[in-house]
């Protein structure tokens, strides 16, 4: 499901990606004195983007080859240009048909997206993947295949079209995609890579365009006990000088992603660490002793989105008959494998 309304700021040139990058690489060099909020907070609010090329996994080929140098950021990036703009010659009208029998993708939607073509670095590094922790910048599953909850219910002999329980939460525009915004990034432009921050003295919201994902973040709360899980989690936090530490635990086991596989035991740390006017360091820890064999850390750089620059409503229509559609295709195809036999 992508965007069906694609805003101008998807398709910016790539020249901004380039600026961006040049204004990250010295946010390790400089002090930065982080202005307050009227109640003597860290002042984090406004727009806030992810445009950064590097891979949430680090590709196995690389090991635990961390950074990549300078060289070899141009030649990724150059790459990445050239690939950007073959997407967007035109087709050949006379074209034939696709073959009989190919599976026909979406890739045109996603072209539409557009890509992002820059390597942004954090704390002056040019990383392999966004992931640091464990050594390999991948992630550590205990299971192969994770036992998630669609897992354990193929385990007991329910298909993954046999009813709305076995279908991810995407489908019914309840994803991000990821349990929580930015925490998985798609290899795409597009609204899942925004949010935006909003402070108050007791609360700070965390609100990700896409899907129209409001986390409401109590300062200096508790979680709330007896925990029920909820989509996004329970969500508290507090200061740490200049850094906002968000907790979130409390998630439903359907929330599970394809690319980043969660059970009800999931927990996530989130550190927001402003470095200038316009970066933000994001950190994020991923715990859950039922997936994963230890603890996961990312870290990503947040950019200020640029003046002018807005968020859109994220009207996600794929949610009032995706999810019908699916099954009762489903039901066909056994209607006919039946008549067939």
């Known amino acids: 499901m992508f965007y069906s309304v694609i805003p101008l700021r998807l398709v910016i040139p790539v020249v901004i990606g380039c600026w961006f990058s040049a204004s990250s690489f010295g ?19 406004g727009l806030w983007s992810d445009q950064t090329r590097t891979p949430f996994e680090r590709p196995t080929a690389l090991g635990s080859k961390r950074n990549y140098t300078e060289t070899e950021i141009t030649e990724l990036i150059s790459a990445a240009q050239r690939a950007a703009e073959r997407t967007q010659q035109p087709l050949d009208a006379g074209r034939g048909a696709p073959p009989a029998g190919i599976t026909i993708t979406n890739q045109p939607d996603v072209n539409f997206n557009g890509f992002v073509t820059d390597y942004v670095p954090v704390n002056g590094e040019y990383r392999t993947s966004i992931i640091i922790e464990p050594e390999n910048g991948r992630l550590p599953y205990k299971d192969d295949p994770p036992m998630d909850i669609f897992a354990k219910r193929a385990a007991e002999g329910f298909g993954e079209f046999d009813g709305p329980e076995n279908r991810p939460p995407n489908e019914r525009c309840l994803g991000i995609p990821g349990q929580l915004p930015l925490i998985m990034p798609l290899p795409i432009d597009g609204p899942w890579r925004n949010l935006q921050i909003v402070q108050n003295e007791d609360y700070v919201l965390i609100y990700g365009e896409y899907h129209v994902t409001a986390r409401i973040v109590r300062l200096n709360g508790s979680h709330q006990e007896p925990a029920y899980p909820k989509f996004y989690g329970d969500s508290i936090g507090y200061w740490e000088e200049s850094t906002l530490v968000v907790h979130t635990k409390s998630f439903k086991p359907d929330q599970s992603d394809r690319r980043l596989r969660s059970s009800r035991a999931l927990e996530v740390i989130e550190r927001f660490t402003p470095v200038s006017p316009t970066e933000i360091v994001f950190e994020y820890q991923i715990m859950d002793s039922e997936i994963y064999t230890e603890r996961v850390t990312a870290q990503m ?41």
């Open 27 to 45: 946010q390790s060099s400089i002090t930065y004195n982080v202005p307050l909020t009227e109640h003597g907070h860290p002042d984090l609010q």
């Open 301 to 341: 750089t947040l950019q200020r989105m640029p003046e002018g620059q807005k968020l859109y409503e994220s009207g996600c229509h794929e949610g009032n008959y995706s999810l019908p559609s699916i099954l009762a295709g489903a039901r066909r195809q056994e209607a006919d494998a039946r008549l067939s036999q």
